[in-house]
């Protein structure tokens, strides 16, 4: 299977489920190929679904469609299947920095509260937690129920950073890029990664 597209650098795992807002997942990805890291990239079935929906993603031929977006960048692209619980992401042995799921689905979200690891997704955010590894969560629903809180609450006790898909308007977005950009520069706060998506409150413009 070809699922290596270009580049090298420290791995990253980025989950895409099947909450609205893939959009994010995928300037992540875009983020994280640019700055040299290499992204094992696991995506949900409904996260194709939605990926399909919100960004016309071709689901039927997933590497090439992956190839087609995020190849030509320098970091190094790993597509895992979401139903391939023998991939390295799956290990506490492998080696990577953290895991980002962006969007979060409340079903994924239960799942990694609950520590069901029945796929890849939810076993490598396991893995991130038994390994106290960063897990960053970008859960999107809306309205909440007291299950979805207390799921995040769950996860926020255990050091999971909740990094809600809530824009804000203070910086005058103009554009939804820059709505997007604002949410996916906040995610990478949260891991230390350096980035310019957006200007802080009392920066010089
Ligand atoms: C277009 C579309 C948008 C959806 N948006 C959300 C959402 O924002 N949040 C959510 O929790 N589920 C949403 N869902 C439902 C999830 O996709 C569904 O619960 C799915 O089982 C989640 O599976 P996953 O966690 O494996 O990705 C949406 C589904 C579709 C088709």
Redesign the pocket.
């Known amino acids: 299977m070809v699922n290596e597209l270009v580049g090298t650098g420290r791995h990253w795992v980025l989950g895409i ?5 893939s959009v994010y997942g995928v300037r992540l990805a875009e983020e994280l190929l640019d700055y040299g890291f290499t992204v094992n990239l696991v995506i ?4 194709w ?2 990926l399909k ?2 960004m016309d993603f071709d689901a039927s031929s997933r590497e090439s469609e992956l190839e087609r977006r995020f190849g030509g960048r320098s970091g190094r692209l790993i597509y895992h299947p ?1 139903a391939d619980i023998g991939a390295s992401i799956a290990s506490g042995s492998f080696r990577a920095e953290g895991m980002i799921v962006a ?7 239960s ?1 990694i509260a609950h520590g069901s690891s029945d ?1 890849l ?1 939810t076993r490598a955010a396991d893995v991130m937690l038994k390994e106290s590894r960063p897990l960053v969560i970008v ?4 309205p909440l129920h007291a299950i979805h809180l207390e799921n995040m609450l769950k996860l926020s006790r255990l050091g999971v950073k909740m990094v809600p898909a809530m824009p804000a308007f203070y910086q005058r977005p103009r554009t939804l890029e820059e709505i997007v950009d604002f949410l996916v520069g906040k995610v990478l706060d949260t891991v230390g990664i350096p980035h310019n998506l957006f200007k802080r409150w009392g920066e010089e413009s």
């Open positions: 489920t099947g909450a609205s807002g949900s079935n409904a996260g679904r939605v929906e919100e979401v969007p979060c689905s409340m079903g994924t979200l799942s796929n997704m859960p999107r629903e809306t």
